[in-house]
């Protein structure tokens, strides 16, 4: 019992009675109706005119159910299945009994149409179909868009008032800005920072859509899909991703993707729907705005052109996408204002398409469940994420014209630094650093830092001083300024954010803030005033952009947090530091402080984080000592007590009782990998959350650990590392793990090519998952035939859903798809096909 949605088909002279008998009759000579009027008085089964009872409702119901059916379930199926008749019967009455608690008049329901107007339908009966298995669900949706459909030609009909609503919108200015609003949706969001190239026309900037790199997300499941496809099974994802791993970037892609209506296939459900770019750290105090303060809210130019109560109609029709960038941005005191706001939003605008980005350390696991969020987690770059990262970067510089007979030799090198040097590995791990460490890589003629700390003071040195040294160029403003001076400058503006919790701030404070500071840097004093200053630094260095008239921010926030540190680290102000560690957004700032101060100040800093201070909760002591823990790789000198003392006092914290606390221990590093106790005579359970805890974190070292883990019989523990394949060097992991593993049902996942070879040198397993885009070609060549048994397409087959090429595997019995591939054909016969959404 599960028709298409849209084969429901309801005969009018059937369900017009029925539908007319929802609703209380006018008495005669009743006068004509010149207003909205509220859904819930008209309704016939409550109230003073209630002429239905519950039993009346049900039997209207059970015919609409009835009518639904005749057509598309044969009748000797629906004598069989009359349990599941009548709990369809029960779900779409309870949803019809939602007609008398809408808050919502006759005009608005017929504006939203049926589609819309079953949504909130919906939302106000959550429980209508939750007892229904999952294509009864399916039916019940289907059944009550097309009792909507009738609903709404109903109260057309019973209301000339309401007849001429649609008439009446403002729906000519309405388009007519939406038009306008999207090219300036393209203008503000269709370019990239990529540091160290100069365009001819736009220097540092990239096209989007040259530029755009997809990116995977992942869960405990292992990886699932690109990002941005996220949102073709979800209306609600809460995407999470460290600094620089592609946040921002993905909130842009998808802005001007849909402003263009340039979508791909998985996509087009967002076709037609309008962007709202909403980042957090320019909302006011006070929380998350009003929909028609949206634009204003975030300083958009078109925010005074905008239609009165444009935005309302635009969610109230169910045709917004509201993309809402940076929770991490907001002060955590603002945190759960914003989590409310989340909650009630979407349930008082059903039917729009939500997307909240933030960094993992700002909200706990979970944050958003209960609002409906499907949580989703930005993977760092796999290698061939990384290949084609410096791959485009390359390209995109051959294009300033110069050095093209080095580039491409700097190109080669560079892809085989990446793979041979676990440091640099461990670098270029997301967007951000794979592009200062092309950038650097070429400016240095081929020879990179060692570490974050060198790979940052060699991007600073190189955005403020030497590109333009070295070109021999002509300040064009007349300020000739060494790289120490602006360094001071831009570190005033950092520490400015930091001490008040922004990562903006007004054009007007920056002015202030320099001309504070002005008459103590003569060398830039006798060039100019704070005005001067502002724009030299604004237009030469690469590292300051207006987001906003009136507005300046750092173009990433790693820059900041590393310009707040080396001014902390200045200031010697570490009880400053001490007195905030338990704050998240601090998090990176401490680490680079540690990389940037003496041994003693180190030392002091990590001591002060173990130290217990009065009236310091629980929870932050514990994230204070474990943020030490974190900080020990930044130390270049450190005096092995203090190191021994970290150690000391964290041993006992890195043993997960939960795996939420396993996951949440990865942040860390590698050095967790040195505190995590000796897996041997523990419990599977206890062992699972270890091995939860070790392969979250992306480094080989993790492998060591891992070989005490290998031999596990649990499902749980065998399957969590199989899935974290991905995460290191292909070959070795597959000799030291996945060779040693027991392969009992037990999946097998294969991202890339190299993979796919690895596990044809194991010889084969009998149950495979397909997670990277792969030809059948290369599946056929590369899997190993006559052991596979199970094989799990769980990638996006795209348009070509011929599966015939599954003929080459003669022991294959069972096929597992994604629901987005479920329409493949030419499967052989004998071979199981189950689908599914894990």
Sequence with gaps: MDPAANSVRLAPDVVVPLITRLFAAEGPGAPPVDRPVRISALVSFQGDRRTLTERDLTRIAAALVAEALRDTVPAEERKSGGGAESALTDALARSLHAL???????????????????????????????????????????????????????????SAFVARGPADRATDADTAFEEVYARAIVASHDHLTIYGIDLAHSPDTWPLDAAYLSLETETDAGPTALAEQALAAHDRVLMWGV???????????????????????????????????LPVRRFRQGGFPPPDRFLSAVRHPQSDAQPAGWAERVLAAGRGLLLVDGI??????DREQLRQALHELPARYPGNVWLVTSRPSAVRENWLASERFTELKLAPLSREGVTAFIQRWHAAAREDGTDLDRL??????????????????????????????CALHRDRRGYLPRGRKALYDAALSMLLERRDRERAMVPPDGIDLPQEPKIRFLQKLAHWMLVNGRSEMDRAVALDTFAQHLPAIPHASRQGGPEEIYRHLLHRTGLLREPTPGSVDFVHRTFQDYLSARAVVERHDFDFLID?????????????????????????????????????RPVHARHRKLLAAACLEHATELDPTVRSRVHRYTRDLVRPTSLEAARALGWIGPIALEMLPDPTGLSDEEAHRLAVTATSIADDRAIDYLTRLRDRTSWAVRSQLARAWRRYDTDRYAEEILAHLDERELDFPVSDVAELSALGRLGGRPCVQIAGAF????????????????????????????????????????????????????????????????
């Design 580 to 616: 905030h560690a338990h704050l998240d957004d601090w998090e990176e700032v401490i680490r680079m402080s540690v990389a940037l101060a003496r041994p003693d100040e180190c030392a002091y800093l990590l001591e002060g984080l173990l130290a217990a201070r009065k009236g310091t």
């Design 775 to 838: 030809t059948p070609e290369q599946l056929i060549r590369g899997l190993v035939a006559e052991r596979l048994t199970e094989l799990w397409l769980s990638y996006d087959l795209g348009d070509d859903l011929d599966l015939s090429w599954l003929a080459a595997f003669p022991a294959l019995h069972t096929l597992r798809l994604s629901p987005r591939n479920a329409g493949a054909t030419g499967v052989p016969e004998g071979v199981q096909i189950i689908v599914t959404g894990a």
């Design 100 to 158: 008398g608690t809408l808050d919502m008049d006759d005009v608005r329901a017929v504006r939203l149409g049926p589609e819309a107007f079953a949504r909130h339908l919906a939302v106000a009966a959550p429980d209508a179909d939750r007892e229904l298995p999952p294509a009864a669900a399916r039916l019940h949706t289907a059944v009550l868009r097309a009792v909507c459909d009738r609903i709404l030609r109903f109260l057309l009909q019973r």
């Design 408 to 437: 491409g030799s700097y190109e080669e090198s560079l892809l085989d630094a990446v793979r041979i040097s676990r440091e640099l590995g461990r670098l270029a791990t997301n967007p951000l650093m794979c592009g200062l460490i």
């Design 243 to 277: 600094a620089g791993s592609g946040k921002t970037t993905l909130v842009q892609w998808l802005a001007v993707s849909v402003a263009r209506g340039r979508l791909p296939g998985q996509l087009s459900r967002l076709r037609g729907r309008v962007p709202f770019v």
């Design 328 to 333: 991490d941005e907001a002060p955590e005191g």
